[in-house]
């Protein structure tokens, strides 16, 4: 495992999005929607260092049919428990990668009218794009590499490391 961003980079960067974000929403309240379970940490942090009213729910999605993602088939299997109605709501990912997961999130919670809806997301591997996404706020955008660390699992493990590592 080598590092790729340590604990310091990844708390500063978090906390330069949760500043601009709370600028760009000011007098505002925001809905911020995480997807499980990568983004729980990021989520956990940048709400804590936001400076406007925050609510929180979470969205889990799933690939089926021939069990790659990137085979283009995603779905919901843990909707919102918030209406999102008139909401400025913000999706909050740990990584994007084909894009294929949030471009039908969006167009999935866009069809419930919220006021605005933002995607943020922390890591963004843009050489690896199938489909045409492109984030409101990126924290990194890395290279291909398999990253663990920091919500990002390897079969479920190194979720709770502080950094971001490269698995070799
Ligand atoms: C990762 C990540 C995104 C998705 C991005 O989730 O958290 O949700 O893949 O990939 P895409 O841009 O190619 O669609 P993962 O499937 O690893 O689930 P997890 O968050 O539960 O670990």
């Not at 007098?27 to 400076?51: S, Y």
């Not at 799933?62 to 069990?67: D, F, K, V």
């Amino acid at each position: 495992m080598k590092l790729l961003l340590s604990e310091k980079e990844v708390q500063k960067k978090v906390k330069a999005l949760a500043r601009k974000i709370s600028q760009d929403f000011s007098g505002k309240e925001v809905l911020l929607v995480g997807v499980l379970k990568g983004a729980f940490i990021f989520m956990a942090d940048l709400a804590r260092q936001m400076t406007i009213p925050v609510k929180m729910d979470f969205v889990r999605l799933a690939s089926y049919g021939t069990g790659i993602r990137s085979a283009g088939k995603v779905k919901l299997t843990k909707d919102v428990e918030t209406p999102l109605r008139g909401q400025n709501v913000i999706v909050v990912e740990d990584i994007i990668d084909t894009g294929i997961t949030l471009k039908y999130l969006s167009r999935c919670l866009k069809a419930r009218r919220p006021r605005s809806l933002k995607v943020v997301a922390l890591l963004d591997k843009p050489g690896r794009r199938e489909v045409n996404f492109h984030p409101d706020y990126v924290g990194f955008r890395i290279d291909d590499h398999f990253v663990v660390g920091y919500g990002l699992d390897c079969a479920e493990e190194y979720r709770n490391l502080q950094g971001i590592y490269v698995l070799k």
